[in-house]
T-cell receptor, first 112, second 118 residues
Framework: LAKTTQPISMDSYEGQEVNITCSHN???????ITWYQQFPSQGPRFIIQ???TKVTNEVASLFIPADRKSSTLSLPRVSLSDTAVYYCLVGPPGSSASKIIFGSGTRLSIRP | GAVVSQHPSRVICKSGTSVKIECRSL??????MFWYRQFPKQSLMLMAT?????????EQGVEKDKFLINHASLTLSTLTVTSAHPEDSSFYICSARDRAGEGYNEQFFGPGTRLTVL
């Protein structure tokens, strides 16, 4: 499983765009990149997943450069409720036995 | 999305007792479920992989005799913390992959169970 590196913490203000970058230099050819969000005392929640270039959903965008050695989660116009820990995960799809190993995550704090 | 529930959400027990935590996939079948433990301000740590109808696979350093896992059906896995001690106090989270959703590495997580051992 590819190891990921993220900033430990980030601060921003309401209405701003927040970009969290994750490094995964040892990503394998068949690995996907997945981001989860976790609020205090809750289980993680799936945000977005991608393989290359750009993926966008109603919550966020995920930018993946051509070499796939990093990825950036972009949260547009954040609000106080976006304060959470964000985890970047890299792993292969397919098998239902694929386990997820969590890194340290990025603690995002949004201020008024 | 698919829903995973856990019961109880919170439990307080005395040292030396055993506690059972249930994890259910409510609207899908899960051949495999995962159990995690999370201490305050730390990341989730994978404890074991629970396979329906077979023995669980434990991660290195996790005592299989202390953390008993039973995955009796495609929608239920249980984690029993035996002879609990204060150091077992933690937030326990389960997750499951939809058996039908083989294409992606997306797992659905339960809301977690807060265990406090006095």
């Amino acid at each position: 499983l590819a190891k990921t590196t993220q900033p430990i913490s980030m601060d921003s203000y309401e209405g701003q765009e927040v970009n969290i970058t994750c490094s995964h230099n040892n990503i394998a050819t068949n690995d996907y990149i997945t981001w989860y969000q976790q609020f205090p005392s809750q289980g993680p929640r799936f945000i977005i997943q991608g393989y290359k270039t750009k993926v966008t959903n109603e919550v966020a965008s995920l930018f993946i450069p051509a070499d796939r050695k990093s990825s950036t989660l972009s949260l547009p116009r954040v609000s106080l409720s976006d304060t959470a820990v964000y985890y970047c995960l890299v792993g292969p799809p397919g098998s239902s036995a694929s386990k997820i190993i969590f890194g340290s995550g990025t603690r995002l704090s949004i201020r008024p | 999305g698919a829903v995973v529930s856990q019961h109880p959400s919170r439990v307080i027990c005395k040292s030396g007792t055993s506690v059972k935590i249930e994890c259910r996939s409510l609207d899908f079948q899960a051949t495999t479920m995962f159990w995690y433990r999370q201490f305050p301000k730390q990341s989730l740590m994978l404890m074991a992989t629970s396979n329906e109808g077979s023995k669980a696979t434990y991660e290195q350093g996790v005592e299989k005799d202390k953390f008993l896992i039973n995955h009796a059906s495609l929608t239920l896995s249980t984690l029993t913390v035996t002879s609990a001690h204060p150091e077992d106090s933690s937030f326990y989270i389960c997750s499951a992959r939809d058996r039908a959703g083989e294409g992606y590495n997306e797992q659905f997580f339960g809301p977690g169970t807060r265990l406090t051992v006095l």
